[in-house]
């Protein structure tokens, strides 16, 4: 590497590897929680007529307010939130991470979690926290993290609700204690809130230090990025401050608008994939040698034979059939897979590819 790149960009970011997404070009992708359905083709045209009222030559509306209007009617956002639009939800993490950041400012989350609260946390230039959840069944160990809060004193602390990678729930009243417990922000992330009955945001205003982090991707709406972030406004205030203008652009705000208006469809759509996810997961279970992992999100942990996910992984994607590979990502998901729940031909053809690699 040249002395000049070596000196000049921070060390944490040089041992970085730049964050894979794998080709799936010609597979069957299982790999990415995308909602596999597409719209039908009257709703696709009414969604081109929409956007032929875009004006690509002006800038998107700063607060995206007919975004904003739309998701406090769909979404169940407590009248008198504030409300924080973000590209993705992972923006909203950046954007939390810029504005808490100050020196000896901590970030806390569990593990195995969503990798992207540390690697915010690291470009931050903040230190993260991970506490350890519980080996046999990914649940929240309590006194592990009240110990590690009352130790690190977190400016925020993250949990997502249901995990990512394991697709559980933590117990709620475990989740009420950390919220209570805790010095700072909790903000409890639901990207996955199509794919389960429980949710926090009932709840918002019980706690003064709760927010409620959502994304429209995992609904079916990947491309467009747009996250959300709800809670006490003048929290969101400052945060919204730490926001790069026009982060929400208008093909985007236009879209999300237009589908919202039509959540019948995605309701639907989120609907099959919760039934192709308990039939997915009963087949899995009586498959000899592997352990699936009870999922309340749309994509199911697997634990494979001792020492076999690699191998399991490429065969299947010889196959023609592309999963994430979590093997070695924490030692808790050693010889993990984890499948997206896709279309019934799809998770078929996954069910068939896994049963002749094994
Ligand atoms: C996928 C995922 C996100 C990211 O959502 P985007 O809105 O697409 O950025 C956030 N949190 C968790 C737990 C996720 O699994």
Redesign the pocket.
């Given at each position: 590497m040249s002395k000049l790149i070596e000196r000049l960009i921070r060390p944490e970011i040089q041992a970085l590897a730049a964050y894979h997404v794998p080709d799936a070009s010609g597979l069957i992708k299982l790999d990415a929680?995308e909602n596999p359905y597409g719209w039908p083709a009257g709703l696709r045209r009414q969604w081109l007529e929409a956007l032929q009222e875009v004006r690509l030559n002006r800038y998107p509306d700063p607060h995206g307010t007919e975004i904003q209007s739309a998701l406090r009617e769909f979404m169940d956002i407590p009248d008198g939130k504030g409300l924080l639009l973000g590209n993705?939800?992972?923006e909203l993490i950046q954007m939390l991470a810029l504005a808490v950041a100050q020196p000896g400012a901590r970030i806390l989350s569990v593990e195995p979690g969503?990798v992207?609260y540390r690697m915010i946390a690291l470009f931050a230039g903040m230190a993260y926290v991970g506490v350890r959840l519980r080996a046999e069944d990914f649940s929240l160990d309590l006194s592990s993290v009240l110990a590690a809060m009352e130790k690190e004193q977190p400016a925020v602390v993250f949990l997502?609700y249901p995990n990512?990678p394991t697709g559980n729930l933590f117990d709620a009243d475990a989740v009420a204690r950390v919220i209570e417990a805790a010095p700072g922000l909790v903000v409890i992330?639901e990207?996955?809130a199509p794919f389960t009955d429980r949710s926090f945001m009932p709840r918002l205003g019980d706690w003064p230090n709760l927010m409620i982090m959502r994304?429209v991707?995992?609904m079916g709406l990947?491309g467009l990025?747009?996250?959300y972030l709800t809670g006490p406004s003048d929290w969101l205030a400052e945060i919204d401050k730490a926001r790069l203008p026009y982060n929400i652009n208008v093909l985007t705000q236009a879209s999300t608008a237009f589908a919202l208006r039509h959540r019948d469809v995605l309701d639907e759509q989120t609907r099959r994939i919760r039934e192709e996810r308990s039939r997915l997961y009963d087949e899995l279970s009586g498959l000899d040698g592997i352990h699936p992992y009870p999922s309340e999100a749309n994509f199911v942990l697997v634990r494979m034979p001792d020492g076999r996910a690699r191998e399991i992984f490429e065969s299947m994607k010889r196959a023609g059939v592309l999963v994430k590979n979590l093997d070695g990502a924490h030692p808790l998901l050693d010889d993990c897979l984890r499948v997206t729940v896709g279309r019934p031909e799809e998770n078929a053809a996954f069910l068939a590819a896994l049963e002749s690699s094994l």
């Open positions: 929680m993705g939800s992972d969503f992207m997502a990512n992330d990207a996955y994304t991707s995992k990947a990025r747009l996250g």
